[in-house]
């Protein structure tokens, strides 16, 4: 079946520092890659995505490279900012069938520190 | 654009009684997606629509739990005779379409069901 793991949190860091939420995946055939992000008191939201092998998705500094050799769809940042401080989610959704469904990861909580 | 809406955004309920939480999506959206999210079970799906079809009723904890769209817009999720463990933040999301894997899923706010 199709299943995610991502890294257990909580993560924490300083202003400034290099993030990696490592994300690997269990999937038939070719699905679709997702980070979504839960700042806090707020509902999900996309932070990026990917439809196919090696296509990078980006946004707000955040990138991930989808990676079918390794099944992985790791999160980074090359610089934190405390506004960074969230838990995020790694997720795919499979192509047809029943499978409509977006398949998530536990989250990981990030904290960063001024 | 107006993004899905959930009402109420809380409900506070006695155990044994019925609750219905309410969805609106995105216009134009035509797939709708229920899931769970509690501090044990992570994001849980519980329940899918394309147009005004369910497909895949597999996440639904119990027969507690029964869900209908009408017009292929607004959604209804009912919880009859609520029980503690049902205490949790019920998300509801849409998307263009359910059968692509592309198409993101747009998340509403969420409404917080506790159950005393």
């Known amino acids: 079946g199709n299943s995610v793991t991502q890294m257990e949190g909580p993560v924490t860091l300083s202003e400034e520092a290099f993030l990696t939420i490592n994300c690997t995946y269990t999937?038939?055939?070719?699905?679709?890659l997702f980070w979504y992000v839960q700042y806090p008191g707020e509902g999900l939201q996309l932070l990026l995505k990917?439809?196919?092998?090696?296509d990078k998705g980006s946004n707000k500094g955040f990138e991930a490279t989808y990676r079918k050799e390794t099944t992985s769809f790791h999160l980074e940042k090359g610089s934190v900012q405390v506004s960074d401080s969230a838990v995020y989610f790694c997720?795919?959704?499979?192509?047809?069938?029943?499978?409509?469904?977006?398949?998530f990861g536990k989250g990981t909580k990030l904290s960063v520190k001024p | 654009g107006a993004g899905v809406s959930q009402s109420p955004s809380n409900k506070v309920t006695e155990k044994g009684k019925d609750v219905e939480l309410r969805c609106d999506p995105i216009?134009?959206?035509?797939?709708l997606y229920w899931y769970r999210q509690s501090l044990g079970q992570g994001l849980e799906f519980l329940i899918y629509?394309?147009?005004?079809?369910?497909?895949?009723k597999s996440g639904l904890p119990s027969d507690r739990f029964s869900a209908e769209r009408t017009g292929g817009s607004v959604s209804t999720l009912t919880i009859q005779r609520t029980q503690q463990e049902d205490s949790a933040v019920y998300l509801c999301?849409?998307?263009?379409?359910?059968?692509?894997?592309?198409?993101?899923?747009?998340f509403g706010p969420g409404t917080r069901l506790t159950v005393t």
């Open positions: 216009s134009g959206h035509t797939a």
């Open positions: 999301a849409s998307s263009l379409e359910a059968g692509a894997a592309y198409y993101e899923q747009y």
């Open positions: 997720a795919l959704k499979n192509y047809g069938g029943s499978q409509g469904n977006l398949i």
């Open positions: 990917a439809t196919k092998a090696d």
């Open positions: 629509f394309q147009g005004n079809s369910a497909p895949d």
């Open positions: 999937a038939t055939g070719y699905p679709s």
